[in-house]
């Protein structure tokens, strides 16, 4: 009985997909578009970003390790979080002009017309950071995943939608196989922004230096006092906090690398 009623849980899981597929430009709604339409649609974005003379950029992305969640939940969770995920990418969206497609069965491109390369950034990073945040709940069971994405910024040779697709995914690629959790552009517009994040991350850097100096110091002082049973737990907590900092530390100045 348990397997015929997944079976129909994931009949109407079909149905519902087969349903956001839909496009409805009457209703001027933000929709997924299926994968037959996609390619279509993509070439006329194209060719219209080439006539106007106007930015055009993809952004890929995948649920990373969503074959655990299917494997230690089922499949039906599995198609839950996809269907939540594709929720969370829809609110996203900024207007009319930003339009979704499912690319295989996993992943989704995001469609962003006369968007350059950094605001494409950005609303990649804004989606991955809500993920990243979101607890999906389903029949008891809460779950955290997060998502890679790589993101392109079409140029004047990029005429063809496959090619597009292909220079995406290039991107996504080397997100996922970066450990997941992040976003991958053209490396050769990268400068920019690397530079901006290189800035805030010293900033952020600058300001943990900081604190764990003023800790090192507290913790000397604590040191030097008497033994007792209050300055030991003292310095227990100091030290302790003292080490969140250094871990702190060291992540941020990984990610610089």
């Given amino acids: 009985m348990e397997i015929v009623d997944q079976f129909k849980e994931r009949l109407s899981i079909k149905n519902f997909y087969d349903v956001i597929r839909i496009v409805d430009p009457a209703k001027k709604l933000i929709t997924i578009v299926a994968d037959n339409k996609m390619n279509e649609r993509l070439r006329e974005d194209i060719n219209n970003s080439q006539i106007s003379n106007m930015p055009l950029s993809i952004i890929m992305t995948d649920i990373d390790f969503l074959k655990k969640v299917n494997h230690k939940y089922g499949y039906v969770i599995g198609d839950k979080i996809l269907i939540g995920f594709s929720d969370l990418i829809l609110k996203s969206m900024r207007n009319n002009a930003d339009w979704v497609g499912r690319f295989g069965v996993e992943e989704f491109i995001v469609v962003l017309n006369n968007t350059g390369l950094k605001d494409a950034y950005n609303v990649a990073e804004t989606i991955r950071k809500k993920l990243e945040n979101t607890i999906f709940n389903y029949a008891g069971i809460s779950i955290n995943i997060t998502a890679s994405f790589g993101v392109y910024n079409i140029k004047s040779s990029d005429a063809d939608s496959l090619d597009l ?3 995406v995914e290039k991107n996504l690629y080397k997100a996922k196989t970066s450990g997941g ?6 490396q050769d517009n990268i400068n920019g922004i690397k530079t901006e994040n290189l800035k805030e991350k ?13 800790i090192r110091e507290i913790l000397n002082e604590v040191c030097c006092n008497v033994d007792t049973s209050e300055t030991v737990d003292g310095r227990l907590i100091v030290s302790e906090y003292l080490d969140e900092l250094i871990v702190a530390y060291m992540k941020e100045l990984n990610d610089l690398k």
């Fill in 181 to 186: 959790n992040r976003t991958i552009i053209n």
């Fill in 165 to 167: 697709l292909e220079q």
């Fill in 202 to 214: 010293a900033i952020k850097l600058s300001g943990l230096n900081k604190h764990i100096n003023e």
